[in-house]
């Protein structure tokens, strides 16, 4: 079995040695033995990293990829594991998605502001009671 050295690995999956390392003290990787101090790994850490990668671009944090990884027992199959964390993230993604819209509302009404004075748009704000959909229009 051949053994590569964080420098091979880091190449071929396009990450930075440090971020093997770091993966690595955040318990995403499992500590490779080392060969004259130098770590050693198999090829089956790229499938490792294939997770990580996986995960991270679903928006998993890293403490929540630790999870997927490590924090189930082992009977416990991929596809539940993946769906037990999605549920969490799916509603952490909608109300994301929900203030987004929020903000690209004000930012195309709010904003249209005509008062000639802060003052003004200060006090329209707050006979208006802070709708958030509520325009200064002075």
């Avoid at 671009?57 to 630790?66: H, L, N, W």
């Avoid at 009977?75 to 819209?101: G, S």
């Avoid at 929020?102 to 004075?117: I, N």
Wanted: glycine share 6%; charged share 30%; with cysteine.
């Amino acid at each position: 079995m051949k053994e590569l050295s964080i420098g091979e690995v880091a190449r071929e999956a396009g990450l930075s040695a440090s971020a093997l390392r770091y993966y690595e003290r955040a318990g995403l990787l499992p500590a490779p033995p080392r060969r004259s101090r130098q770590r050693r790994y198999t090829e089956a850490v790229f499938g490792r990293i294939s997770l990580i990668r996986l995960a991270l671009e679903a928006g998993f944090t890293i403490g929540e990829t630790r999870l997927f990884l490590s924090g189930f027992s082992e009977q416990t199959p991929p596809a539940a594991r993946w769906r037990a964390l999605a549920v969490r993230k799916l509603e952490e993604v909608n109300a994301l998605m929900d203030r987004a819209r929020r903000m690209k509302l004000l930012l195309e009404t709010s904003f249209q502001c005509r008062c000639p004075r802060l003052e003004d748009c200060e006090q329209f704000l707050r006979a208006a009671k802070r709708k958030p959909t509520s325009s200064c229009l002075g």
